[in-house]
């Protein structure tokens, strides 16, 4: 029997309730907010990525999932979505009709992480990425956007956390200063924070290996060293969070894993979930479209990890299936025949039907109702196709109707939708 490969999985009935769930509170709040809907390929070239995610993150540097592709040479399952909508925008020149534009998009995304749980090798996120406003308020729209979605989804126990990463006008300082510490501290760091420290300092802060984090303790904070234009911006996002209720916390040790961001940076964490506490991040990354051959245009986004909202969700609430408005129950031939042509016509007339051909008895049929939990019932056999009549029960209260069998499909589908 061959089995799915560690770190992958399939989303079964029992399940997929709270991901359609999910899915449709993230389209129908999305799209109220601005947001249109982009499906892009999974299937990238490499160069996509370790242009725009950066050469030194955990990503680019250990976790694609890359192969030769003959001419077209290496491609890459994308890892994240930011990059390829990036890339969508630039070459359709979208934002030569109107730079300003808000998209949401929602697929798997590949890793090659060691497999645990909450972190899979092909995970699904829920993106939402807007261009041409840098607007600190749009920031703050975004940040209050995520939280509107997830308290629609009655998601506890999740809070934003915030952070402000600078511009190159003023990051520079900031590395410096936290570079010097890391040259003082160099025999507590781990081996990549020893690399990275050279490369890209700022990712040290986001290590996970306790000596590391011990090395930062006393590290100087970013937002000590913004400059005048990004410390507004971050006040003005914080202000406008906080006057619109948004539960957030500022977390100076924020930095994101990719190299992109500026400015604002942030997550949601949860602690419900154990280890893998993110539920979603995003930030601002303005020089991003301009990175990758397009105008100087700003940008801001965010990725919802959707496996572990769903996760969540489902640990907060019961969202089952409904079982089917109608189960026909048909006695015999003649009315078998018939019950297949009602029950086609039903479905297709927007009536959620199922029926049996497999010449039941009344209470084989009821059991199976049961097991479908199906709403109503209608019951026919020869006696009832003689007196022209089929006998429909409402499985609840247990009321029953003759309902005339000429016109049948026209008065069910009156009544049931
Ligand atoms: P990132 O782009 O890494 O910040 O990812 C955004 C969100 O995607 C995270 O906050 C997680 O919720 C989710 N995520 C990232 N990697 C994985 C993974 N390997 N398995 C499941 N979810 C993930």
Same mark, same amino acid.
């Given at each position: 029997?061959?089995?799915?490969?560690?770190?992958? #999985?399939?989303?079964?009935?029992?399940?997929?309730?709270?991901?359609?769930?999910?899915?449709?509170?993230?389209?129908?709040?999305?799209?109220?907010?601005?947001?249109?809907?982009?499906?892009?390929?999974?299937?990238?070239?490499?160069?996509?990525? $370790?242009? $725009?995610?950066?050469?030194?993150?955990?990503?680019?540097?250990?976790?694609?999932?890359?192969?030769?592709?003959?001419?077209?040479?290496?491609?890459?399952?994308?890892?994240?979505?930011?990059?390829?909508?990036?890339? $969508?925008?630039?070459?359709?020149?979208?934002?030569?009709?109107?730079?300003?534009? #808000?998209?949401?998009?929602?697929?798997?995304?590949?890793?090659?992480?060691?497999?645990?749980?909450?972190?899979?090798?092909?995970?699904? %996120?829920?993106?939402?990425?807007?261009?041409?406003?840098?607007?600190?308020?749009?920031?703050?729209?975004?940040?209050?956007?995520?939280?509107?979605?997830?308290?629609?989804?009655?998601?506890?126990?999740?809070?934003?956390?915030?952070?402000?990463?600078?511009?190159?006008?003023?990051?520079?300082?900031?590395?410096?200063?936290?570079?010097?510490?890391?040259?003082?501290?160099?025999?507590?760091?781990?081996?990549?924070?020893?690399?990275?420290?050279?490369?890209?300092?700022?990712?040290?802060?986001?290590?996970?290996?306790?000596?590391?984090?011990?090395?930062?303790?006393?590290?100087? $904070?970013?937002?000590?060293?913004?400059?005048?234009?990004?410390?507004?911006?971050?006040?003005?996002?914080?202000?406008?969070?906080?006057?619109?209720?948004?539960?957030?916390?500022?977390?100076?040790?924020?930095?994101?894993?990719?190299?992109?961001?500026?400015?604002?940076?942030?997550?949601?964490?949860?602690?419900?979930?154990?280890?893998?506490?993110?539920?979603?991040?995003?930030?601002?990354?303005?020089?991003?479209?301009?990175?990758?051959?397009?105008?100087?245009?700003?940008?801001?986004?965010?990725?919802?990890?959707?496996?572990?909202?769903?996760?969540?969700?489902?640990? %907060?609430?019961?969202?089952?299936?409904?079982?089917?408005?109608?189960?026909?129950?048909?006695?015999?031939?003649?009315?078998?025949? #018939?019950?297949?042509?009602?029950?086609? %016509?039903?479905?297709?007339?927007?009536?959620?039907?199922?029926?049996?051909?497999?010449?039941?008895?009344?209470?084989?049929?009821?059991?199976?109702?049961?097991?479908?939990?199906?709403?109503?019932?209608?019951?026919?056999?020869?006696?009832?196709?003689?007196?022209?009549?089929?006998?429909?029960?409402?499985?609840?209260?247990?009321?029953?109707?003759?309902?005339?069998?000429?016109?049948?499909?026209?008065?069910?589908?009156?009544?049931?939708?």
């Amino acid at each position: 029997m061959i089995q799915l490969i560690k770190g992958f #999985k399939d989303v079964l009935p029992g399940e997929i309730e709270v991901w359609q769930t999910i899915e449709r509170a993230a389209k129908e709040t999305f799209e109220n907010f601005g947001f249109q809907e982009l499906r892009l390929p999974i299937v990238e070239k490499s160069e996509l990525f $370790s242009r $725009s995610i950066g050469d030194t993150t955990d990503i680019v540097e250990k976790e694609m999932y890359t192969f030769e592709d003959g001419k077209r040479g290496h491609v890459t399952l994308r890892p994240e979505a930011t990059a390829s909508v990036v890339r $969508s925008y630039i070459q359709h020149k979208m934002y030569a009709k109107d730079p300003i534009r #808000k998209f949401y998009t929602i697929g798997p995304m590949f890793r090659r992480e060691r497999p645990q749980k909450g972190r899979y090798r092909q995970f699904y %996120q829920i993106d939402a990425e807007v261009f041409g406003i840098d607007s600190p308020y749009l920031d703050a729209q975004l940040i209050f956007m995520l939280a509107t979605l997830l308290e629609k989804l009655k998601a506890r126990d999740v809070k934003a956390h915030i952070n402000s990463l600078g511009c190159p006008c003023c990051r520079p300082n900031f590395q410096k200063a936290l570079k010097d510490l890391l040259d003082a501290k160099k025999e507590s760091l781990c081996e990549n924070c020893l690399r990275r420290s050279e490369k890209n300092p700022l990712r040290v802060l986001d290590c996970k290996v306790p000596s590391c984090r011990e090395a930062v303790e006393g590290a100087p $904070s970013i937002l000590d060293h913004l400059c005048d234009d990004c410390r507004e911006h971050f006040e003005t996002v914080k202000a406008v969070l906080t006057e619109n209720g948004v539960d957030f916390e500022v977390d100076t040790r924020l930095v994101r894993g990719l190299d992109y961001y500026t400015r604002t940076a942030f997550e949601v964490l949860t602690t419900s979930l154990g280890a893998q506490n993110a539920v979603a991040g995003g930030g601002r990354y303005d020089g991003l479209v301009k990175a990758l051959g397009g105008p100087e245009i700003p940008a801001i986004g965010f990725a919802i990890g959707f496996d572990r909202l769903a996760e969540i969700v489902a640990m %907060q609430q019961t969202i089952e299936a409904d079982g089917p408005t109608l189960y026909i129950a048909p006695l015999g031939d003649a009315a078998t025949n #018939k019950a297949a042509t009602w029950a086609m %016509q039903l479905a297709a007339n927007g009536v959620f039907c199922e029926t049996d051909f497999a010449g039941r008895s009344l209470k084989s049929h009821m059991k199976r109702a049961d097991k479908l939990n199906a709403a109503h019932v209608l019951m026919v056999g020869d006696d009832e196709l003689d007196r022209g009549v089929a006998a429909l029960r409402n499985m609840a209260t247990k009321e029953q109707w003759d309902l005339p069998l000429d016109g049948l499909v026209e008065t069910l589908v009156d009544r049931f939708n």
